[in-house]
């Protein structure tokens, strides 16, 4: 904890400080600190599910499976009510992190976001659970549950929104932790909630044999357990985050750009949702074979997107803090750094997957109808991948900057371009149609990325001029009216 002037910022030249790799750090070096433990926590979640899969497995029961996957969108959208308040509330902390540098008063503002962006989360996470609760059976059948699959799908359900206000404040503190540069303790966190999630699978699921209520219970326990830690490292850590309810607030300076930047995440994990139901009842046409090797390309092209997912979520604290200082060379450098690196890590996988790709997908399944069919999604994947990257870059520069309304359109713009193209191309090509349609709208968003990106370089020049949110959102409203 610093024990100096709290009006005055202090940013340390430790190698151990946070705030020494937002603000002075080479770029590399930075990166490297917020961007490995983020892709490494990501890739250990994604073996978790796979291991969680498999204690189900053993129940011998395909409807607790089936349970399960009907339930997967409902917690896609409890994690998007979360990021309304982290990613918008950690964007505008990350920013005035920057800010305070040249003008201190600004930290003190930081209290009022990070208070607004839990109690926020948590509030609207209750008002959720408790509607899911009352309209548990609609819930269900609209999630696709069928009428075997309908009780384990409830009861994994109701335990999963009695825990809402625990999943989204979780997902929100991760936010307001990365904020501040804490990468590696967001990787800790989330790590020790895995393997914690594991140890209660073995007891809930393999020892009392709750099934997906266990599942269910696992899950909620383990990330109480993560909004216990990260809320003891910043109050511990933190020097001007709080989560106390006495500075929470409805001012519009905090609600205006958390919501402006916030609300993009919602509306992408809902259009996520939505794609994935589409794309689901159209390739079930073409047969169990279709729908496996979607099942197994998916799994094949996780490790690199998670890589590339850890590289354009760990820079954006980097981005925010050097547009809320001014630091125009910083945030290029950045921004051009993590370019390079998307672009290293999509080739790399791509070509060396691509050339081996029969053989790769060959370990999975050996089927040859599963074979031929997965091959050809896996190039397409493999193909979207490589824009796909350099769109989550362009979307957390929108993020960082408070460039709201590009934010909101990119993360509706695959949603919504996605669901004519694939009813399109089933009808005109059949299953190759499906399979191609996320690479062409994949390729569309990044094109209107790019012209945001152009058309908003001006705007965000004047605003890193300005050196103050405050001033860049003005600056920024001119720009846009």
């Known amino acids: 904890m610093n024990t100096t002037n709290p009006e005055t910022p202090v940013v340390s030249d430790a190698v151990g400080s946070n705030r020494w790799y937002l603000s002075t750090a080479p770029i590399v070096r930075a990166l490297v600190h917020l961007c490995v433990p983020m892709a490494a926590a990501m890739i250990v979640g994604a073996v978790y599910n796979v ?12 409807t607790l499976l089936a349970a399960i996957t009907f339930g997967t969108p409902l917690l896609g959208l409890v994690m998007a009510i979360g990021g309304v308040f982290g990613v918008g509330g950690g964007a505008l902390i990350s920013r005035l992190l920057g800010a305070s540098e040249a003008e201190p008063a600004k930290a003190g503002e930081i209290k009022h976001v990070s208070s607004f962006a839990l109690w926020g989360s948590v509030i609207a996470g209750a008002v959720f659970g408790g509607v899911g609760l009352l309209a548990l059976h609609p819930l269900v059948s609209v999630l696709g ?5 309908v009780p384990a799908t409830s009861a994994y359900v109701a335990v999963m929104l009695v825990f809402v206000p625990v999943l989204a404040a979780a997902f929100c503190l991760e936010q307001l932790v990365r904020a501040e540069g804490a990468a590696r303790q967001v990787m800790i966190g989330l790590i020790a909630s895995t393997v914690a999630s594991v140890v209660f699978d073995v007891l809930f699921i393999l020892v009392f044999h709750w099934g997906v209520v266990g599942v269910a219970l696992s899950m909620g326990l383990a990330n109480l357990g993560v909004v216990v830690y990260f809320a003891v490292w910043l109050h511990r850590n933190s020097e001007h985050v709080s989560l106390a309810p006495r500075w929470f607030t409805l001012a519009p300076r905090v609600l205006k750009p958390v919501f402006g930047v916030g609300v993009g995440e919602l509306l992408q994990s ?9 794309l689901n009842n159209l390739a079930v046409a073409y047969g ?12 094949i092209a ?8 850890g590289v354009t979520l760990g820079v954006l604290p980097l981005l925010a803090y050097s547009y809320g200082k001014g630091d125009r060379n910083r945030l290029m450098s950045a921004l051009r750094a993590s370019a390079v690196t998307v672009g290293a890590i999509v080739v790399i996988f791509s070509v060396g997957v691509f050339l081996f790709r029969d053989q790769v997908f060959a370990t999975f399944v050996a089927d040859p109808s599963v074979l031929v069919i997965g091959v050809t999604i896996l190039t397409a994947q493999l193909v979207a991948m490589i824009v796909n990257g350099f769109t989550g870059l362009l979307t957390s520069l929108f993020q960082a900057t408070g460039r709201s309304a590009a934010a909101i359109v990119m993360s ?11 009813l399109v191309g089933n009808l005109w090509f059949g299953l190759a149609g499906i399979i191609w349609s996320l690479t062409v709208s994949e390729g569309l968003v990044f094109v209107i990325g790019v012209v945001m990106w152009l058309a908003s370089r001006r705007a965000i020049d004047r605003g890193l001029a300005e050196g103050s949110p405050e001033r860049a ?9």
């Open 412 to 422: 509706m713009a695959q949603g919504v371009l996605f669901i004519p193209i694939v």
């Open 473 to 481: 959102e003005e600056a920024l409203e001119g720009a846009d009216a």
């Open 288 to 299: 169990d074979s279709a729908l496996a090797a979607m099942g197994v390309a998916v799994r």
């Open 145 to 149: 549950a069928d009428a075997n699959a």
């Open 270 to 278: 809902a259009f996520l949702i939505v794609t994935s139901l589409v």
């Open 51 to 62: 291991i969680n899969a498999g204690f189900i497995g053993s129940q011998h029961d395909a």
């Open 302 to 309: 996780q490790v690199p997107e998670f890589l590339v997912m």
